[in-house]
């Protein structure tokens, strides 16, 4: 395209259009010419807004005589510049501008107004105006009173804020949306599995209940296995005070079926508060109600009336061997005799059900809820060493003797001396131990072991085994016996006098004689005899297993009065339990070993019923083998010779070895009144199987004529019972005075 000329356009008048020129191009312009602001200027305007000629003079080019420019105000609309908006838009579209470019001269047909404009100062220019580099834009300062506002440098448009790339948004808030997620699925999957405990269980604590499960108590049987005391399923009556109607009309109903009268039953039923300041809600009303019973009670549909699972402590023989075997509570918590010695081994442990229920009405295990169950574990049992029918019929025998004298306290007791099992042991008065509520304190109480005599004469035999053991004296050793003799302030006399003649040993036993006795004491001495009579277990508990066993008491020897030299041989200054004696002669019987006594035979485990046997028994060697049978000999005497004091403890077709005694009993160190009668004996002597111990307590006298009978009758029926064959060969006939 051809360069466009520099030549002003002419408009149809014949004038040129624009501003004009000097004839040397830098002259000022011709003023009052009607073309000044045409297309021509329009055409020559730079990018600035500018026309060539306003270019030249703000670089500096005045026109000639330094003249002012003239200007002519702004024409009508019809006449007006058509490129103004242009002019505007390229200036920026500020005043400033638009009035630097505003038209020379205004249009025809209107009157116009001249402006001389002070022309600026400008430097000089090379003569080509075109190649001269724009000059550089300043901002605009503060409008000098004689600075043209035409020529003012336009002011740089502001850069249009720089908009946000959304894609960066995007993807932010993309990755905040997946790590908000991510977030909330690692906190549910904690919640799910390593919180599910804590939370799961927030809200059931208030909707669980729970419920014992009780475990069942031991049974104690006998050696045969008979149960002695067992527990059976039974339940408990309880009431809910809150919601019983008609207490009165209520323990009507139930008194008949409890047997217990209803006044008592209306209180069980009254309304209280408990510690906690709650309302009570549970009471009892009967324990260990028969299942039978309890079908009845919860027939009634009665208000606030509840039956519940119980355990029932029975006993089948009721007061066969009661005094050994104790009795429990309503809790079945052992409180007396081998219930409470081994409660800890018996009792099991209680197991747990708990279990979600609903609310009100709903009050019901909920289906699918929480429920956990902690199984209850049985107890243990105990197997004795007592039989029963030996243990009934020992206790059929003391009672009709102990009514023939009257007595108050009686004991018999059998003993295995080879094993120390203790196959009876019987008291009396006894009492029923399934009604324990029923019985006096004393009637409950084990004469065996907790009866403390002095055992008078039956010591003896301790004494003269003793002697013979110390080679004091041998089986043929014959003494002259006076009638009577005095230690210290006491004189001892004998009940059969010997007047001095010479006495055998066997014949001293036979007619008791006190006076031979303490001279062979003499000959033995304190220390040595308090010796023997440790070895035989006095002065210390057998440790046969009973609660509260006494242990007697032994005399020191530096405790001795002259008195003591006398009665301590005979069986008096001593205390001992009748169980204590007859472990002593189990000892003569076993061949001088003594072996301790004991009941318990074995422990059946209650969770898979293997058995364990009972602690094995001490034992220890008391007397030689020889002078054991020969002690057991002389024994035989007193059952034997005539006048002897034991004849009526005879066992027909059995060689019978024993000891008559009569005693004291003390209680809290006080002498009671009457005589403790007793009888301790073995048969077959030769070879013996079993020891009996009879002993008997009456405040009247007369228990040494009620304990040989007994004992005879305990032990034939002992042999015969286990079928001991009768001794073949004959007594042995004793000389009492040997010549």
């Known amino acids: 395209m051809p360069p466009r000329s520099d030549e002003p356009r002419r408009d149809p008048t014949g004038s040129r259009r624009g501003s004009s020129r000097s004839t040397g191009g830098r002259g000022e312009p011709r003023s009052g010419e009607p073309g000044v602001g045409g297309i021509s200027d329009a055409r020559a305007y730079t990018p600035r807004g500018r026309t060539i000629r306003e270019e030249r003079g703000a670089l500096g080019r005045p026109s000639a005589g330094g003249a002012e420019q003239r200007r002519t105000p702004r024409g009508t609309r019809a006449g007006g510049d058509p490129f103004r908006p242009a002019l505007q838009v390229l200036d920026g579209g500020r005043a400033g501008a638009t009035r630097a470019g505003r038209r020379e001269s205004a249009p025809t047909g209107r009157s116009g107004v001249v402006r001389t404009v ?32 035409a020529r003012r440098a336009p002011r740089k448009p502001r850069k249009p804020p720089r908009l946000a790339d959304p894609r960066r948004r995007l993807r932010l808030g993309t990755l905040l949306v997946l790590a908000l997620f991510a977030a909330i699925g690692i906190r549910l999957v904690v919640l799910q599995t390593v919180d599910t405990p804590a939370y799961a269980g927030g809200g059931v604590a208030g909707r669980l209940t729970g419920v014992d499960l009780p475990a069942p108590r031991g049974a104690i049987y006998d050696s045969t296995g008979a149960p002695l005391a067992q527990s059976v399923e039974a339940r408990y009556v309880f009431a809910d005070p809150t919601r019983v109607k008609n207490r009165t009309a209520t323990a009507r109903a139930l008194s008949p079926l409890l047997g217990l009268p209803a006044s008592e039953l209306a209180a069980r039923m009254k309304p209280r508060t408990r510690e906690n300041g709650r309302a009570s809600q549970f ?21 606030g009336i509840g039956v519940h699972r119980d355990e029932r402590r029975e006993v089948p023989g009721a007061d066969l061997a009661a005094n050994l075997l104790g009795f429990t509570s309503q809790d079945m918590v052992g409180l007396e005799g081998l219930e409470a010695r081994y409660d800890d081994l018996l009792r099991g442990e209680n197991g747990r059900r708990v279990y979600e229920v ?10 699918g809820g929480y429920s956990r169950t902690t199984p209850p574990k049985p107890g243990n049992s105990l197997e004795l060493t007592i039989i029963r029918d030996l243990q009934f019929k020992s206790q059929q025998v003391l009672r009709g003797q102990m009514v023939k004298a009257q007595g108050s306290v009686g004991v018999a007791i059998v003993l295995d001396p080879h094993t120390g099992e203790v196959l009876a042991q019987a008291s009396h008065p006894t009492y029923n131990a399934a009604k324990p509520d029923e019985s006096e304190p004393t009637d409950r109480e084990d004469a065996a072991t907790s009866f403390v005599v002095d055992p008078g004469s039956i010591h003896k035999a301790i004494t003269f085994g003793a002697a013979l053991q110390e080679g004091v004296v041998t089986p043929d050793t014959a003494l002259p016996i006076a009638d009577t003799i005095r230690r210290g302030d006491t004189t001892f006399r004998d009940t059969h006098p010997a007047n001095g003649q010479k006495m055998s040993l066997a014949g001293m036993l036979a007619y008791s004689s006190n006076v031979g006795t303490i001279e062979i004491a003499g000959k033995l001495g304190p220390d040595r005899l308090i010796d023997y009579q440790k070895r035989f277990g006095l002065g210390q508990p057998t440790g046969e297993g009973m609660p509260g066993e006494a242990s007697g008491r032994l005399l020191p020897a530096e405790q001795w009065s002259e008195s003591s030299y006398g009665s301590v041989p005979i069986g008096h200054s001593v205390d001992a339990t009748p169980l204590q004696m007859a472990a002593a002669y189990g000892a003569i019987a076993n061949n001088g070993t003594y072996v301790q006594p004991h009941l318990i035979k074995e422990v059946i485990s209650g ?118 064959p009768p001794s073949a060969a004959k007594p042995p006939k004793f000389e009492v005075f040997p010549r």
């Open 283 to 303: 009471e009892y009303l009967a324990r260990g109600v028969s299942i039978p019973t309890a079908k009845k009670i919860m027939a009634l549909d009665l208000a």
């Open 118 to 149: 002070q022309a600026r100062p400008s430097r000089a220019l090379p003569d080509d105006d075109f190649d001269a580099p724009p000059a550089p834009r300043r901002r605009p300062g503060p409008r000098r009173p004689d600075r043209p506002a």
């Open 607 to 724: 969770k898979d019923g293997s058995r364990t046997p009972g602690k094995a028994p001490v034992t220890r060697s008391v007397l030689s083998p020889q002078n054991a049978a020969a002690l057991r000999t002389m024994l035989q005497a007193v059952t034997t010779v005539d006048g002897a004091t034991g004849l009526a403890a005879a066992v027909p077709g059995y060689q019978v070895a024993g000891k008559t005694g009569t005693g004291i009993r003390y209680v809290d160190g006080k002498q009671q009144p009457g005589e403790v009668g007793s009888f301790i004996g073995m048969a077959p002597a030769d070879n013996p199987r079993f020891v009996v111990a009879v002993f008997v307590w009456s405040p009247g006298g007369g228990g040494g004529a009620v304990a040989a009978p007994a004992f005879r009758e305990i032990m034939g029926f002992t042999l015969s019972r286990y079928r001991v």
């Open 358 to 367: 609903g609310q009100g009405d709903l009050g019901a295990p909920i289906p």
